[in-house]
């Protein structure tokens, strides 16, 4: 009996000593990932990265089909009662 206890107890601190490690591993990745480098690149740097330069055509705005497009009419409120009395009723 003495002996079964004993290898509980090891097989406890073993797991423990595991659990430790393990923690300790993710907390040095985690800090790796945030803290590690020290470097924070600039705006401009992250801009220039995706896009080399940006030029916009504004001569499209005086395209004849868009000036003939006409303005969305307002739509009116609705007038009634809104919602039912049994939301649920089919």
Known sequence: MAKIR???LVKQKN???IILILIVFIIFIVWQ???GTGYEPKEEELI???FEKIEVN???LDDPQLKGLRK???IPPYEGKIGRDIPFAP
């Open 72 to 74: 969305i009419e307002e």
């Open 58 to 60: 504004f001569d499209i």
């Open 48 to 50: 220039s990265e995706y």
């Open 15 to 17: 797991l423990i000593i």
């Open 6 to 8: 004993r290898k509980q």
């Open 33 to 35: 990932f945030y803290y």
